[in-house]
């Protein structure tokens, strides 16, 4: 009769150790993979030339919000805008508007966790 031996035991724990490593590494492998190639998709390609910029619209053209001046909000626009690269401010609002709206999301899912009593 053969037996399981603590040998045994501890050599089958080795060929497993082993194959979740080797798992491990592929799994590893194919999401390095799939970042390098939507990193590569992001990136412009050189011999393609830029898209010329649109002229910004006229700061009179945009209301400014309550409490800021005009000149701050063209300075932080041009800022943003030039550190965007190719891409262009759409819309500017205040940071409060809308907060009801999340802060009513966020009861009803907190609240989703309560326990409920017992019938």
């Known amino acids: 009769m053969n037996t399981y031996t603590t040998l045994d035991a501890i050599r089958d724990m080795f060929v497993i150790y082993g194959i979740v490593i080797v798992v491990s590494m592929l799994v590893a492998t194919v999401i390095r993979g799939i970042v390098l190639v939507l990193s590569r998709q992001s990136q412009p390609d050189p011999a393609k030339p830029a898209k010329p910029a649109s002229a910004p619209r006229p700061i009179a053209a945009t209301p400014a919000m309550a409490g800021i001046p005009q ?27 809308g907060y009801n709206w999340t802060a009513e999301a966020r009861t009803v899912h907190h609240t989703s966790h309560v326990p409920r009593a017992p019938h």
């Open 71 to 97: 000149e701050h909000l063209a300075v932080i626009t041009a800022a943003v805008a030039a550190m965007m690269d190719t891409h262009r401010i759409v819309h500017i609002e205040a940071a409060s508007r």
